[in-house]
């Protein structure tokens, strides 16, 4: 039996910091064992300018217990972005791309895109730049079934864009559908993030005899078995086109009872690696694991792999049921459930 492993320090190419008391509590969790994270831009005033993404790096970067931790932001795209300073941010390397939130898609998307088709000047600028487009791939209409919405972003609006811009470096974020995973495997030019509650969970964890678990509630929502057992295929067997991005994304537990306000979003940073290494383990494809956690994201942007390690060791635990810090309370994802995994210390 394995026990012990060492892999590259891994990155977390999608996580939530938010603002406030919960971005100072939850950092350390994220700092923990990554070197770098991209930090989502939507944030209640969402991150559009260039001094904004100073700030938000900043802030994260101060509130990290790693002197080395790196926050990357991309832009968030609204139908009125500053084009100037969008390219000074870009050329600048203050923004890493541009996240494409298709408006009212998920939680602070209501100032995303309108009509995908007039922002494809801004797709031309991140073209030119070798910049990344980062999408929310889901397209929220009242007639497309809640998880359709991947099938029908990708259908209706990412071939399209696949076609226009032939050099536009693409990431689908968390991938949800064997639809999507087949998209990203066959296309050119792009790449997906796979979250661990995609590889965990099915719908019958959300919707369980006539009641919606809160918990386990997320954009895009999590799929059928198939779905889940071809994102596994793609993160643990070798596929360069897939790496690391937990879309860890915490809500106060006020605002995960089941009421009007139920906000989308699962919180796994706390133990991020540890979930995937026990889904690789699952899959028999823990020497796959360093790839995905630490080497395909950072080829995919153009960026150096890190020159740390971190080592995972074999450890039995119950993961505790809530983080509770100050005015923060939130419910950790695999709450109670035991996980064999633990990060123990990084090193040269
Ligand atoms: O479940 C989600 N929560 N999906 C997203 O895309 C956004 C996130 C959030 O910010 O809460
Ligand atoms: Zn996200």
Redesign the pocket.
């Known amino acids: 039996m394995i026990d012990s492993i060492k892999i590259i320090q891994p990155d977390d190419w999608h996580v ?1 910091f938010r603002e406030g008391e919960m971005l100072s509590v939850i950092t350390k969790y994220s700092s923990r064992v990554n070197k770098r994270c991209i930090a ?1 831009p ?1 944030t209640s005033t969402p991150i559009t300018t260039s001094i904004e993404a100073v700030n938000y790096k900043k802030l994260i970067e101060d509130n990290s217990d790693n002197d080395n931790f790196e926050a990357l932001i991309p832009c968030y795209l609204t139908d009125t972005l500053n084009i100037a300073d969008f390219e000074y941010a870009l050329q600048n390397n203050i923004f890493i791309g541009g996240k494409l939130y298709p408006n009212n898609a ?3 998307s209501q100032f995303g895109v309108n009509n995908i088709k007039e922002i494809y000047n801004i797709f031309e600028i991140l073209e030119k730049y070798n910049k990344t487009l980062l999408i ?1 791939g889901e397209l929220n209409r009242s007639d497309i079934d809640i998880f359709d919405r991947e099938k029908y972003f990708i259908d209706e609006e990412l071939q399209q864009i696949r076609k226009s811009f032939k050099d536009l470096k693409i990431v689908l974020e ?1 991938v949800s559908s064997d639809y999507g995973v087949d998209f990203v495997k066959t296309n050119n030019n792009i790449a997906g993030t796979i979250t661990p509650h995609h590889m965990l969970l099915t719908k019958k964890d959300v919707f369980k005899d006539d009641v919606v678990n809160p918990h386990h509630y ?2 895009p929502v999590v799929k059928n078995e198939n779905d889940l057992l071809s994102l596994r295929k793609a993160a643990c067997f070798n596929n360069s086109k897939f790496f690391l991005g937990t ?1 860890s ?1 915490p ?1 106060h537990v006020d605002y995960k009872k089941q009421n009007d306000s139920l ?4 919180f796994s940073s706390s133990n991020s690696i540890e979930l995937y290494a026990l889904i690789f383990e699952e899959e028999n494809a823990l020497e796959n694991l360093e790839v995905f956690s630490s080497i395909n994201g950072p080829k995919f942007y153009d960026m150096d792999v890190n020159k740390n390690y971190l080592t995972l060791n074999k450890e039995d635990r119950i993961i505790p049921e809530y983080i509770e810090e100050g005015n923060i309370k939130i419910k950790n994802f695999y709450a109670n459930k035991n996980i064999n995994w633990k990060a123990s210390h990084l090193h040269v």
């Open positions: 939530h989502m939507n998920t939680t602070n929310h968390h997320c954009m879309d994304a809500h906000k989308a979003g699962i």
